[in-house]
């Protein structure tokens, strides 16, 4: 065997029993590159005689061809393996289930406010909207608690500290300061634009809003949302606010079957005042309503009382109306069976699963009831 036999012989054994392209590339660099075994022996062919070079010629490339040929084909195994490896390790099990997707939910609260808005938009209620943060003026003066008086303790306020001016804003107890904010006209602008500014009577609409109260039981959470309605107009009366909650209830219930009552209460910003009772059965660990004989408590409301009118530059000669703040999440919690408010406000993900409300079939104010 000859030199150049033996060394085909090794290059093209060594190339086809290359472990991988790494391997592969050493090896062709070995041979083949600038300074490798086959490369040095071309060059070899330069400084021979043209007799020997005719001889040696042909073998020395016949040898460059071999082993480029042999490294060639096995890299094209090995590509081919590593693609074999890669398709196997990627591939796709389509038996497997899909992972499950988790779905977000419409809190019921939102969805009781959605279908009440619908409501009373169709029974011609404008929407209105005030600041959560409030000041004592609206909360409370302007709304006829006079200063110190122990109505004001009505409330469990969260007061917030003082600020630089050495005023002590709150959390607004009640939706009922957007009351003053809708009939102020021209009063107090520089607010936010979403926050309603005054208007001339006619007026006729609804605040829906969080309010704040240092209290928690089963029917109290400290945040808790009211709808306020507010109607100004001409020979306004009782049986408006009557008949207007009544038909609410009933729609909102989807049944005439609906059992409410009015007791005679005291709020100092209406006169008369009463509270609405919706009649339910709390028995059997869930609210039930049309039967049963509890009471929950969902609205207080009243006329709108002269001072309040007065202090909005309305002429009670003139104008009269009503007002009412409607409690959302009661409404919710009675409609929806939920029976400890608390629960609305927990951040429990498997109560909101159960309880929650597919968002694309919630109504909404501009889809309405369907
Ligand atoms: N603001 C009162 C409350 O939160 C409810 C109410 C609103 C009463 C409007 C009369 C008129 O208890």
Redesign the pocket.
């Known amino acids: 065997m000859t030199d150049l036999n033996r060394l085909q012989a090794e290059l093209t054994v060594r190339a086809a029993a290359a472990k991988d392209s790494a391997e592969l590339e050493a090896l062709r660099v070995e041979a083949l590159g600038k300074a490798g075994s086959v490369s040095e022996l071309l060059k070899g062919l330069g400084k021979m005689s043209p007799d020997e070079r005719r001889e040696q010629g042909p073998l020395i490339n016949g040898l460059r061809d071999a082993v480029a040929a042999a490294i060639a084909a096995r890299k094209a195994e090995l590509e081919a393996a590593e693609l074999d490896a890669r398709l196997a390790a990627e591939h796709v099990d389509l038996t497997l289930p899909a992972p499950p997707q988790r779905r977000g939910h419409v809190h019921p609260t939102m969805q009781t406010m959605d279908e009440m808005i619908a409501i009373f938009a169709e029974m011609g209620f404008a929407l209105a909207e005030g600041p959560d943060i409030e000041d004592d003026f609206h909360n409370f003066t302007a709304l006829n608690f006079p200063p110190k008086h122990p109505a004001r303790e009505m ?1 469990d306020t969260f007061w917030l500290p003082q600020d630089a001016s050495g005023e002590r804003k709150l959390l607004r ?4 300061p957007v ?1 003053i904010r809708v009939m102020q006209r021209g009063a107090n602008h520089d607010v936010p634009s979403w926050v309603a500014s005054g208007q001339a009577p006619p007026i006729r609409v609804i605040v829906p809003g969080r ?1 704040y109260r240092s209290d928690s039981d089963a029917t109290h959470t400290p945040m808790f949302h ?1 709808m ?2 507010l109607v100004i107009d001409r020979a306004i009366h009782m049986g408006h606010l009557k008949w207007t909650l009544e038909t609410f209830c009933r729609r909102f219930f989807e049944t005439e079957a609906v059992v409410t009552r009015f007791r005679p209460h005291h ?1 100092p ?2 006169e008369p ?1 009463a509270e609405m009772d919706v009649q339910c059965d709390r028995s059997g660990g869930s609210i039930k309503i049309g039967e049963g004989s509890d009471w929950l408590e969902i ?4 006329m709108v009382h002269p001072n309040i009118l007065r202090t909005c530059g309305l002429d009670p000669d003139e104008w009269q109306g009503f ?3 409607l409690g959302v999440d009661r409404l919710g919690a009675l409609k929806y069976g939920m029976p400890d408010l608390r629960d609305m406000f927990a951040g429990d993900v498997r109560w909101i699963e159960h309880y929650g409300f597919s968002a694309f079939a919630a109504p909404s104010p501009a889809t309405g009831l369907s």
């Open positions: 409330h107890t009640h939706t009922s009351q309010v009211q306020e309605g709020f910003f209406t005042s609205l207080g409301g009243g007002a009412f703040g």
